[in-house]
């Protein structure tokens, strides 16, 4: 009765005083470190991505706002997903957001990208680029990635630029975490594409 009184008012688990029980103890307390860590984890996603979605919702759809916005964003992605290095690449016009990566390296990934088509998917996830035969593998050890995440921002037809996310050790990322940088760069692709038509409105008036 105890127990099942301690579980409704919030306790993750309890274990019986029986020895068998108390074996099963450090398993028991394992789990419920794994559970806690897992439901910080998507609340932290949760609260980045809200902001994500704020912050794009309140900019005004131009050139001129694009570069803050990109760099809101990838703090904001880069924290949800307790990564340090990342960059967003925008073609036209020729915007680029960049942390914890050499600023002429950066440049010049997002058309590396695109050369040998990892830009052509949704979705293109590396947990250890040690461990790949890609052409571009020792273009991204050299550059100190070892994990990367790379996401395109489509338009229309093709790529209009891409959100990649990485890391200096290999790692692997979360069903949820997946979908939340897939999910970024979707709305990416609707503000680029906007700011695309802003401009060509703008060229016409002219």
């Known amino acids: 009765e105890i127990a099942v009184e301690a579980m409704k008012r919030g306790a993750a688990d309890y274990v019986l005083k029986t020895p068998e029980h108390i074996r099963r103890l450090p398993f028991t307390v394992d789990a419920i470190l ?3 860590q897992a439901q910080r984890q998507l609340q932290r996603q ?3 991505q809200k902001a994500i979605s704020e912050t794009i919702a309140a900019t ?11 760099h809101t964003v990838l703090v ?15 073609r036209d016009p020729e915007v680029i957001s960049h942390i914890g990566i050499d600023p002429p390296l950066t440049k010049n990934l997002y058309w590396i990208f695109r050369q040998h088509g990892l830009c052509d998917q949704p979705i293109t996830v590396h947990q250890d680029w040690e461990q790949t035969t ?3 593998r020792e273009t991204m050890l050299a550059a100190n990635i070892r994990a990367s995440i790379l996401a395109p921002i489509f338009g229309q037809t093709e790529p209009l630029g891409a959100l990649l996310l990485a ?3 290999p790692r692997t990322w979360s069903p949820s975490e997946l979908e939340l940088v897939k999910a970024t760069a ?7 594409q906007r700011t695309e038509i802003g401009r060509a409105s703008c060229r016409e008036r002219v």
């Open 60 to 70: 005004i759809f131009s050139s001129t706002e694009l570069p803050n916005l990109l």
């Open 46 to 48: 949760t609260v980045h």
């Open 167 to 169: 890391a200096e050790q």
């Open 134 to 136: 890609l052409p571009i």
């Open 186 to 192: 979707g709305q990416l692709s609707h503000i680029v």
């Open 34 to 36: 794994s559970k806690v």
């Open 76 to 90: 904001h992605t880069l924290n949800a997903l307790e990564m340090q290095h990342g960059a967003i690449w925008v």
